[in-house]
């Protein structure tokens, strides 16, 4: 990542802000009171309108705007605020027009902040007074009054909370209930800056001590900097939560969202005064005390794929460079690339009105169509690929043939501030997004159609933070893999039931491969490669002995950025880049296994004797029905229960037999019913102690319902428990259990 400056004189500023119009517009209060706008598209300022009167306005704030529904344009209307040195608070329409002025404050307003639902202002000033504003500048609230001034302000991501500094204290208020406010001491010197990550939950702090420091929100500090020997005057995270931006002395600094790497440095012409982010991350604005606003342009990370490495030039060229031959190619657009991603043989850019796709077999003709929204995040699969704002998804195949276009609906539109692209994931036939509303809740969607898919929807009981969607296999078997904010990772399949199975703790980041069904994680400080996901749903207990673990140096909270074959790509926390490859015999295995090559996994097996390979082909050869092979790999590593059950299968039964070993009752129970064996499907589900679906097989099927009571009557005498299950409750009375006709019965099963 690098920054580059506009070109251009910096614009006279004393104060600026982001508004959400378009693409995202600067207004700033420029010389003479005269309000300003500069388009990043046009790369010019035009003047919206002359401020009258004697007031000296110091601060600008712009009403964040977002879409108000699905089925309609209509938007929240601009409003700007103003704030005076005077303590005078003044509302605008986008044009300019002065729609009512108020005192708001004894002494200067020094900081306000708009709530992301744009109902309510919050101002802070030198009086130490807290106050919350309705949007038509009615005093809703004075918040709590501190003894120093009041530098800095902003909303919980939530919007229930409001943090504000004073002093070298932070203080957390909650705006609608009456819980008991937080403070503590942040630095040894007064705050200056503050901000919160709507992504993480983050709190950045910027002081006069020379440091700034990130918190979570509870006050407990993650991260302190080093001393720059100077004030830090101001910081900003971006929109994607990803990195930080932080000013001080001449200097602009991003760093990743950890603070503790330092991804670029650009030197301006004066003393940072405020830094901000677009709308869409892609520009960095900075105010100097010389009242000059400058304007970087924020060039994306280098992307890979197997051996390709694009990288942004400038504004407009990207350069995509082959490691192993070291061939060239630039690749031109006609505009600003703000976004850009290369995977399965295809880079695909997005700039501010137009996508690009470049092919690998020929980069110098790409396919273009217009864009209808500013893009954040780019996703790639192998056929298809999805552009998205954070609210609005729209999938295209690599010809630019539009798939499907949709908007999740029914939320609040401001919750797009809640999105993280590392919480959404595609492939050819399902597309997993984390809930903007609530982080528990994972939903599935059909690229084809865009149609939620309900019964793929997964409810979480903690928030989840990374998502992995499996690229290879069928529909029928897709999987999902996810990381909660535990750093608990848990698989699902997404079409056959919505049963989590847990595969480990600690887990910073998975990823599934491109080209296997296999899984990679990074677990404390070591790599671990799960060789058959599959056996979390066959056999929990067998799952550990299918891990391959790798001890690297990588350092602790390391991110995968790439898993392609059997290349890795890891980031640290301090931000350098780490290359390795994985054992290649389990991605060999794994291509015998899949073109049904028995004799040569076994072979290879056997070369290496490795217990995660073995394992591995025992559940893949259990699963497919090989029991020669299952039983013989079982017998390696030792699982002697498993022998013992496959040697009591028949032929009669070998396929509900697999079905039991694999953990696949339904299957079993169906297989049962289908040969009219219906004691056999009752005695199943009554083993599993699954009485109220036994007591239903046998309602339906009008036979055994006396069996099924008789056994439940047993049971409770035995474990010494009372009936809890309304349907035996509603039995007593009506059944006459004979014990004689239940023996003979139990006798003529044919399985237990």
Not at 640 to 655: A, G, L, P, Q
């Amino acid at each position: 990542m690098k920054l580059q400056r506009c070109t251009g004189d910096a614009q006279t500023s004393i104060s600026f802000d982001w508004s959400r119009q378009g693409c995202g517009e600067v207004l700033f209060l420029g010389s003479e009171r005269r309000l300003q706008c500069w388009n990043p598209a046009r790369e010019e300022s035009f003047q919206i309108c002359q401020m009258e009167g004697e007031t000296f306005w110091s601060l600008l704030k712009c009403c964040p705007k977002w879409t108000t529904s699905r089925s309609t344009t209509a938007e929240v209307s601009d409003t700007l605020l103003l704030a005076s040195d005077d303590g005078k608070l003044c509302y605008l329409s986008s044009v300019g027009k002065v729609e009512k002025i108020i005192s708001a404050h004894q002494g200067a307003v020094l900081c306000a902040a708009w709530s992301a639902d744009c109902s309510s202002v919050a101002t802070g000033g030198e009086d130490g007074h807290v106050k919350i504003w309705s949007r038509n500048g009615l005093l809703r609230l004075t918040l709590t009054i501190v003894d120093r001034p009041v530098y800095d302000l902003v909303w919980s991501p939530d919007g229930s909370r409001l943090l504000f500094c004073s002093d070298n204290a932070l203080h957390v208020h909650n705006v609608q209930g009456t819980e008991r406010a937080i403070r503590w001491k942040a630095h040894a010197g007064a705050l200056l800056s503050i901000d919160w990550n709507s992504v993480n939950g983050y709190i950045v702090s910027a002081s006069e001590d020379g440091r700034y420091k990130i918190w979570n929100e509870n006050g407990k500090a993650l991260y302190t900097s080093n001393n720059v020997k100077s004030s830090v005057a101001s910081v900003s995270w971006s929109p994607d939560g990803h990195f930080l931006a932080v000013g001080f002395q001449q200097k602009l600094r991003l760093c990743t969202s950890s603070g503790d790497h330092i991804v670029c440095e650009e030197i301006i012409d004066g003393e940072v005064a405020k830094v901000a982010w677009s709308p869409d991350g892609s520009i960095v604005s900075v105010g100097s005390r010389d009242n000059e606003l400058f304007i970087f342009y924020v060039h994306s990370e280098t992307s890979r794929w197997y051996q390709l490495e694009a990288s942004q030039l400038d504004n407009g060229s990207i350069e995509i460079k082959n490691l192993l031959n070291e061939a060239v190619e630039l690749l031109e657009t006609n505009s600003r690339i703000c976004k850009f991603q290369l995977g399965w043989d295809h880079l695909v850019a997005a700039t501010q009105t137009q996508c690009y796709i470049f092919r690998r077999s020929n980069w110098n003709t790409p396919v273009m169509f217009e864009l209808k929204f500013p893009v954040c995040h780019i996703t790639l699969a192998e056929r298809i690929f999805m552009l998205t704002n954070g609210r609005t998804y729209v999938i295209f195949t690599y010809d630019g043939h539009l798939q499907s276009s949709f908007q999740i609906g029914g939320i609040d539109p401001s919750a797009v501030r809640f999105f993280d692209g590392d919480a959404v994931d595609l492939c050819n036939d399902s597309l997993c997004v984390r809930s903007l509303e609530n982080r528990k809740r994972l939903e599935c969607f059909d690229p084809t159609d865009g149609k939620r898919v309900d019964n793929a929807t997964m409810l979480h009981c903690y928030d989840i933070i990374q998502v992995s969607v499996e690229q290879a296999g069928t529909k029928a078997g897709r999987k999902v893999a996810f990381v909660d904010i535990n750093g608990s990772c848990f698989i699902g399949r997404l079409y056959a039931g919505r049963c989590l199975v847990k595969l480990g703790k600690i887990v910073q980041t998975v990823k599934f491969s491109d080209c296997t069904a296999m899984l990679l994680g990074v677990q404390d400080e070591s790599l671990l490669l799960w060789c058959q996901p599959e056996t979390a749903f066959v056999d929990a207990q067998l799952l550990p002995k299918t891990v391959l673990k790798k001890q690297s140096d990588i350092g602790k909270a390391a991110r995968l950025e790439g898993f392609h074959g059997s290349q890795v790509v890891l980031r640290r926390s301090d931000g350098c880049l780490i290359f390795c490859m994985l054992n290649p015999f389990s991605f060999a295995l794994h291509n015998h296994l899949q073109n049904r090559e028995w004799e040569k996994s076994l072979q290879l097996c056997r070369q290496i004797n490795d217990e995660a390979l073995w394992a591995t082909v025992a559940v893949e050869a259990t699963l497919s029905g090989e029991v020669n092979v299952a039983r013989y790999c079982y017998a390696v590593i030792n699982e002697v229960e498993k022998i013992e059950f496959m040697n009591r299968t028949s032929d009669n039964f070998r396929d509900v037999d697999l079905c039991l070993l694999t953990g696949d009752v339904e299957k079993a129970e169906q297989l049962y019913l289908e040969r009219k064996l219906v004691l056999e499907a009752i005695l199943l589900n009554i083993d599993l102690n699954c009485w109220t679906r036994a007591l239903e097989i046998a309602c339906k099927q009008k036979s055994y319902v006396s069996l099924v009571f008789g056994l439940r009557q047993r049971y409770l005498i035995e474990s010494e428990n009372e009936e809890s299950i309304e349907k035996f409750k509603q039995l007593e009375g009506e059944v006459e259990v004979d014990w004689t006709e239940i023996d003979n019965w139990l006798k003529t099963a044919m399985r237990y």
